[in-house]
DNA sequence: TCCGCTGAAAGTGCATGCAATTGGACCGTT
DNA sequence: AACGGTCCAATTGCATGCACTTTCAGCGGA
């Protein structure tokens, strides 16, 4: 549909673009649990490239916000804080309305049939592990992105998708996709029968009970990170530094 | 408000950071048009770095949608489509609408004197130059969403507000930005009245006209880039490439 | 046993070097 | 003139090397 003169955003076979897809991926499906380390050489032995390529892919997915990024540190898959979760579904709702809304009733009768296919890889793959139901999940929501031929809304799109993914991990209890597949079902519907009001309720409302599935308890008991947990008081006992800790949290 | 152990998005005093800060503004000023090429070698001999740094900066511009890279090409300032445009004001009327809808009723005093004292400052660049205006009216947006304290809220209308001023180069004709100032002053008091319905169609009504000022006629008829408009077409004619044309655009 | 110190190992920050690609001036042919 | 080919300067793609910072295991003292 759109010209590829020299394919702008898609599938530019870079190496960084393989390593991001790679890492973006593995973070999706949960392989990369948020806090998990990235040494530079690590992932350059990996992907068969130096350092300098691995860095700047890293460089790309803090920029995305999948990755955090600390001066002379290890970089990990970032761990989004309970609020910022929060306010990624917030943006991811109101971008996501957007996209029905554009959608409603200008879908072809191949683009329907496109999201039917894969809402039934969906349902095909309830039995398999929570990681390929997620990615799923996800991808169905970014093919719709895809739907509106704006490059700008599939980026902001995937990356909040992304990120909320990342959440997943952190905050979510076990879940059952099961009625994700269907709303993803009835999504579909109202869009093919045009109906614009319904659908970005529809939208709404599917986002909403996903955060509401997925961010649970406002408290990120998990053990991690007390240090971070300590740190909004540590401005009260000294002015420049976080005090020693008597050994904690390790790894 | 928020935690400093490491500084998280903010201010990352990075060499990479500046260079990008440096062309962000330099974008929307406007002193960088869309098109101007960006060789590695002169950003990094301007910045004192090496290309390796500048390079760096181009990649995490080009994330942003400030930059395009082409493989083995010059890096210049993207040239986003009339149509790309248009879709940036709707993703932003959209997120910025939410921002004014979490600020409605909750900003304090000296926030309010701060959005007071920033379209004082619009009100007195009213003299001087078009792009000190334009940078302005733009950061009172970034202001705003800087207090929703969400971090992914600032960096999405940040990034989307860049990508808008861009289309003003390309797309716009003069305009008097006097409307503008006054329809922000009624947005922060509709703010501090708490009035969310209100201030969120305000905001929608202020976006809407900035994109119908900016945003002149849905046909880009400003010479450049002859290879492009004829792209959709070539592909009729060849599979894999544009065939070679009887010398055309230059530059 | 617990704490703090210290030095080596691991890892990042960045510049530089080399191969490969591109753009364009030059030049001969039609 | 217009076209097509050739060569060289400009520029990117990427790996490597070195300096500096962080981490942590081992060690000695309380």
Same mark, same amino acid.
Request: net charge positive; charged share 25%; aromatic share 4%.
């Given at each position: 549909?759109?010209?590829?003169?020299?394919? =702008?955003?898609?599938?530019?076979?870079?190496?960084?673009?393989?390593?991001?897809?790679?890492?973006?991926?593995?973070?999706?499906?949960?392989?990369?649990?948020?806090?998990?380390?990235?040494?530079?050489?690590?992932?350059?032995?990996?992907?068969?490239?130096?350092?300098?390529?691995?860095?700047?892919?890293?460089?790309?997915?803090?920029?995305?916000?999948?990755?955090?990024?600390?001066?002379?540190?290890?970089?990990?898959?970032? &761990?989004?804080?309970?609020?910022?979760? %929060?306010?990624? $579904?917030?943006?991811?709702?109101?971008?996501?309305?957007? @996209?029905?809304?554009?959608?409603?009733?200008?879908?072809?009768?191949?683009?329907?049939?496109?999201?039917?296919?894969?809402?039934?890889?969906? +349902? %095909?793959?309830?039995?398999?592990?929570?990681?390929?139901? *997620?990615?799923?999940? &996800?991808? $169905?929501? *970014?093919?719709?992105? +895809?739907? &509106?031929?704006?490059?700008?809304? @599939?980026?902001?799109?995937?990356?909040?998708?992304?990120?909320?993914?990342?959440?997943?991990?952190?905050?979510?209890?076990?879940?059952?996709?099961?009625?994700?597949?269907?709303?993803?079902?009835?999504?579909?519907?109202?869009?093919?029968?045009?109906?614009?009001?319904?659908? &970005?309720?529809?939208?709404? +409302?599917?986002?909403?009970?996903?955060?509401?599935?997925?961010?649970?308890?406002?408290?990120?008991?998990?053990?991690?990170?007390?240090?971070? *947990?300590?740190?909004?008081?540590?401005?009260?006992?000294?002015?420049?530094?976080?005090? =020693?800790?008597?050994?904690?949290?390790?790894?």
């Amino acid at each position: 549909m759109a010209a590829r003169p020299t394919s =702008k955003t898609s599938k530019s076979s870079d190496k960084v673009s393989v390593i991001c897809r790679a890492l973006r991926r593995a973070v999706i499906e949960q392989a990369l649990e948020p806090g998990a380390k990235l040494p530079e050489d690590a992932l350059g032995e990996r992907f068969g490239v130096s350092r300098t390529i691995a860095r700047h892919a890293l460089g790309q997915l803090a920029g995305e916000g999948l990755v955090e990024l600390r001066r002379n540190r290890i970089a990990v898959v970032a &761990t989004p804080s309970w609020q910022e979760a %929060r306010d990624a $579904f917030d943006i991811r709702i109101e971008l996501e309305r957007l @996209v029905v809304r554009q959608l409603a009733g200008k879908l072809t009768k191949s683009q329907i049939a496109e999201l039917n296919a894969h809402v039934d890889a969906e +349902h %095909r793959a309830r039995g398999g592990t929570d990681a390929v139901s *997620i990615r799923l999940a &996800t991808e $169905f929501h *970014i093919l719709l992105a +895809h739907m &509106t031929n704006s490059p700008i809304l @599939v980026r902001y799109v995937s990356e909040v998708a992304y990120r909320c993914c990342l959440t997943l991990s952190l905050y979510s209890r076990p879940h059952s996709s099961e009625c994700a597949i269907s709303e993803h079902r009835a999504i579909i519907a109202a869009l093919a029968k045009g109906d614009e009001a319904k659908v &970005t309720e529809l939208m709404r +409302h599917h986002l909403d009970s996903v955060a509401n599935r997925a961010l649970v308890a406002p408290v990120p008991q998990r053990g991690r990170d007390l240090l971070d *947990i300590l740190a909004p008081y540590a401005d009260a006992v000294t002015g420049d530094r976080v005090v =020693k800790l008597p050994r904690a949290a390790r790894r």
